[in-house]
């Protein structure tokens, strides 16, 4: 259980942005690519609300649940992305497990009251995840983007972008041809993850549901949205 729940810890952390696995669906050679990375990410932010809500987002408190084996694993993440800040924690029947805080360009993680400093590509892929909206900001971090073509996601066609960071990792993120939304993310740490049930909270679109399928899981993990805030108050011990 305790393999499981650093599991999806490191799941919620780094799923934009670790090496690409091999069962991910690949682009179709015989189609030409019809939209570049930027018109792929554009299609997105417009999508779920539009730059301009995006952009008034100065941090987001989230809360997702999963029930394993009768026990209900608590992932909670709070986004300062006003003060580049950001803390992720998960609990297992209200027992902390795990937490990890990034402040001052710094990461830091404690499990079972052992702390260790996030290592350089550690810290590299959860940066992305101090933004609320990391999709518009990749390119600003720094990561190299490259359209893939089209795959399909549960019979749903769509865009395949991939994503390769400062340190290397690699992911691929497959968007909707249809409606622009975030469809799944693939890498070899997390596995795929699927995102499902989008809902509007405060007039941003964003996903009550994430399946989680992983070769270490013996059964995919499904996780809903049980709280979700923009532009909270927060208070600087949460950084503590």
Excluded: C, W
């Excluded at 952390?13 to 792929?40: C, D, F, R, T, W």
């Excluded at 649940?65 to 950001?86: F, H, P, V, W, Y």
């Excluded at 549960?154 to 041809?177: M, Q």
């Amino acid at each position: 259980m305790k393999r499981v729940a650093a599991l999806m810890t490191l799941v919620f952390l780094y799923h934009y942005s670790y090496a690409s696995s091999g069962h991910m669906p690949g682009p179709n050679p015989s189609e030409n690519v019809e939209k570049s990375p930027q018109e792929i990410i554009d299609g997105y932010a417009a999508a779920v609300g539009g730059v301009d809500k995006i952009n008034a987002v100065k941090n987001m408190v989230i809360v997702m649940e999963a029930l394993i084996q009768g026990m209900t694993l608590e992932i909670s993440s709070t986004s300062d992305q006003e003060n580049k800040r950001l803390v992720q924690q998960t609990a297992m029947n209200g027992n902390v497990m795990q937490k990890t805080i990034v402040k001052d360009g710094k990461g830091y993680m404690s499990m079972m009251g052992q702390i260790q400093e996030l290592q350089e590509d550690q810290l590299d892929a959860v940066n992305a995840q101090i933004y609320v909206f990391p999709e518009i900001y990749y390119e600003r971090l720094g990561y190299t983007l490259s359209a893939e073509g089209e795959g399909e996601v549960d019979g749903e066609k769509a865009y395949i972008l991939k994503i390769v960071t400062n340190s290397g990792l690699e992911t691929k993120e497959f968007y909707s041809v249809t409606s622009g939304l975030k469809l799944r993310t693939s890498s070899e740490m997390a596995g795929d993850i699927s995102y499902g049930d989008y809902r509007e909270v405060d007039g941003l679109k964003i996903p009550h549901k994430m399946t989680i399928s992983n070769a270490m899981l013996p059964v995919p993990i499904e996780a809903n949205l049980v709280l979700a805030k923009f532009n909270d108050q927060l208070d600087n011990s949460l950084f503590e």
